[in-house]
Every structure is written in structure tokens, then in C-alpha cells.
């Protein structure tokens, strides 16, 4: 895609503001109803792509490109694992292994003389249940790794955002000779100015990966969703590739449904 076929970064707004707005009528959907281990994972990666959504455009709107980019690679790494963890039904092994990392990070800060005196309070307080499933976990410990985002992506079909996102983006993750170049004449705005090359890619291709989340999420549940859902997010994949916005009217049919009937069902499995 050249740079004359991106649309305008106004254009961008509008349809990630609907997918905001959509992503939280999915979040209240999985409030209205019992959520397991499983489907309380899925709404949680669900949350982290909306407030993500949100944060590039803030970094947008201040000219942080390179840390737009920085983000935009931890989105696409929340993608890649969403997606692997869903085909494989990973979801219970997944929370066993965060709960005992997270464990076992929390417990190095407690056992090290410097801050062990500071690693005090009802954070780092562990219920009698926890304590169980810590041993249970220490005896049995879950067998899980993180995918390789590369082979997700190669999994997906989806190549080109490893390539082009994830891997790309990783330049602006790591330190490089170049870095913070353009933002010494954002601050400065001493002139003239070299000129940078365009980074409209970061918004096109967080609202795609952001609108894949959520489409694994809606996949994946145990929820029966409406078909709608499945429409608007291929309507806003369009506005990617052509300008098409016939995302919005989609929009205003999930507004008048969730504010009705809402946009699911519990699962009848």
C-alpha cells in the first residue's frame, strides 16, 4: 500500500472510535453473564486492545511516534498470543502459568535482603487458596511457553504484520543511533526540520490488529454472539483497504442492539 492510498489520520479516529465503543459493548456483554476462567481471559485481552487503541492515537496526537510503534508491537505480541492460545485451548494451562510467574516475581522481591522490608502489604499477601494452588503448582508446574510470534503469524496468515509490524516495531523497542531524532525537532521545532518519513502505517495497522483481538475474542468464547459483530469488523477492515465506511451504519445497528437486546447469549454447549 503506497502512502496516497492510507486514509487521513481523522478518518482513522472515527472508525477506532467505534471500534472502542464496540469493544465495550462486548466487555458489558461478558459482565451480563457468568464468566469462567476461560471467558474472563478473553475479556481481559478484549480490555487491554480498547485501552491500547486509545493510548496510539494519545501517542499520535503528541507526535510520539517511535513509542506509538513501541505499543503497537506489544499489541500485535497480545494478538499472536490470543490467537495461539485460543486454537489450542490453552486457556486453562495459560492462567496457571501467569499466576505462578507472577508468584514467583512477587516472592524474589520479598526474599531480597535490599527489599524485602518494603514487599509489605495486601499485594503481596497470599489467601489460603493461593497458598494451595502455589504448592499444587510447585509439585505440578504448568507446561506452558510463550508461542513464537513469527510461527503464529505464519499460523494466521498473516505474515506481513510480523514483518511489517511486530518485527519492524521492534527497531523502536530496542535502542538504535537514530533514536529520538525526530523528537528533539518535535520538542525544539527549530527549523528547518529534515523530513521524516510518514508513520500513518501505526494507525492503519493497530486498528487491524486491534479489530483481529477481538474478532479471536468474540471466536473463541462460549458466548453465541450476533452476526453483526462478525460484519463490522470485516466494515472496518474494508475502511483499511479502500476507505469504505460502511462500518458506520453496522455502528448504529450494534448501538440500537445492545441497547435492546443486547449483542449474546450464554453458550448453549
Not at 233 to 255: A, C, H, I, W
Request: proline residues 3%; hydrophobic residues 40%.
Amino acid at each position: 500500500m503506497t502512502e496516497q492510498e492510507y486514509q487521513t489520520p481523522e478518518v482513522y479516529r472515527h472508525a477506532a472510535d467505534a471500534l472502542y465503543a464496540v469493544s465495550g459493548m462486548v466487555l458489558f456483554s461478558f459482565a451480563r453473564n457468568d464468566c469462567d476462567t476461560k471467558n474472563i481471559i478473553i475479556r481481559n485481552f478484549v480490555a487491554r486492545s480498547a485501552i491500547t487503541l486509545k493510548s496510539i492515537f494519545a501517542l499520535w496526537d503528541i507526535c510520539d511516534y517511535q513509542n506509538a510503534w513501541v505499543v503497537h508491537r506489544a499489541l500485535i505480541d497480545r494478538m499472536f498470543h490470543l490467537h495461539s492460545i485460543g486454537v489450542n485451548d490453552q486457556f486453562s494451562v495459560f492462567d496457571d502459568w501467569s499466576f505462578f510467574e507472577q508468584y514467583k516475581a512477587q516472592n524474589r522481591v520479598k526474599s531480597d535482603d535490599l527489599f524485602k522490608h518494603q514487599a509489605v502489604g495486601w499485594v503481596y499477601e497470599l489467601s489460603q487458596e493461593q497458598k494451595k494452588r502455589i504448592k499444587d503448582l510447585e509439585r505440578n508446574r504448568p507446561a506452558w511457553r510463550r508461542p513464537k510470534a513469527e510461527a503464529v503469524a505464519k499460523d494466521m496468515g498473516m505474515e506481513f504484520l510480523y514483518k511489517h509490524g511486530y518485527d519492524y516495531a521492534s527497531m523502536h523497542v530496542h535502542p538504535m543511533a537514530n533514536d529520538g531524532q525526530e523528537d528533539f525537532y518535535t520538542i525544539t521545532k527549530l527549523e528547518p526540520a529534515p523530513n521524516f518519513p510518514s508513520n500513518i502505517t501505526v494507525i492503519s495497522n493497530t486498528i487491524l490488529t486491534s479489530s483481529m483481538i477481538l474478532q479471536d475474542a468474540i471466536n473463541h468464547s462460549s458466548l453465541r454472539w450476533r452476526r453483526i459483530l462478525w460484519d463490522f469488523l470485516d466494515e472496518v477492515r474494508r475502511l483499511l483497504d479502500n476507505g469504505d465506511t460502511s462500518y458506520q451504519l453496522s455502528f448504529l445497528k450494534l448501538v440500537r442492539l445492545f441497547e435492546s437486546d443486547g449483542l449474546c447469549e450464554p453458550s448453549m454447549a
